[in-house]
């Protein structure tokens, strides 16, 4: 099998969005709060009083990167141009990271900010072929791997008070602190050869 992908720069810049802060102490409507997590508190059944913390999620921006898994150099000493050649012989798990939150709704709101699925844990194939051409007397590195993306994100946290002492269940909802400026690295499953000049 031979795949070879387009060349990505490791730095680029893919998208920013303006952060969605709420002020804190804001009273907001618990049914827009969605896909946040909510955890228990305080629970305090026998009061009819229950109070839930949860996160809520910005991706401030993303930068497209890649995992290497293998590499290799080719060099051409001759006065023509030829054919380089490059197979993975090695493989390597790239996984998930991130710094604050909940897994499952931080990697909804980075699947929706980056367009595509990104992978909690990823190994690389090995046989995987790919040529290039090799101008006379240069040199091509190819590199085997995995694209992957660098993220920014904020987290405000939201508290939700549960109130059924009425005998109707009241809901609460309320912004609290941001945790600014977190970040996480998100492999994909797009996987295949970098070649660029050595």
């Not at 305090?44 to 401030?60: H, N, S």
């Not at 290497?68 to 001759?78: G, L």
């Amino acid at each position: 099998m031979s795949v070879l992908l387009p060349l990505l720069g490791t730095g680029l810049a893919q998208g920013s969005a303006q952060a969605t802060v709420v002020p804190p102490g804001t009273v907001v409507d618990c049914a827009g709060i969605t896909d946040i997590g909510w955890s228990r508190l305080y629970p305090d059944p026998a009061e009819g009083v229950l109070v839930f913390r949860g996160y809520d999620y910005t991706v401030v921006s993303t930068t497209r990167t890649f995992d290497v898994a293998d590499s290799r150099i080719v060099y051409n000493d001759t006065d023509t141009t030829a054919s380089g050649s490059f197979t993975a012989t090695q493989s390597r798990t790239f996984a998930f990271t991130f710094s604050f939150g909940l897994q499952g709704p931080l990697v909804g709101k980075i699947n929706a900010s980056i367009g595509l699925s990104i992978s909690l844990s990823y190994t690389t194939s090995v046989g995987v072929t790919a040529t290039a051409p090799i101008p006379p007397h240069g040199a091509l590195l190819g590199e085997y791997g995995v694209q992957a993306f660098d993220i920014v994100y904020h987290a405000q946290q939201f508290r939700m008070l549960i109130d059924e002492r009425s005998g109707t269940q009241q809901r609460r909802c309320s912004a609290e602190q941001v945790i600014a400026n977190q970040t996480a690295h998100a492999p994909t499953a797009l996987e295949g050869w970098r070649v660029r000049n050595a």
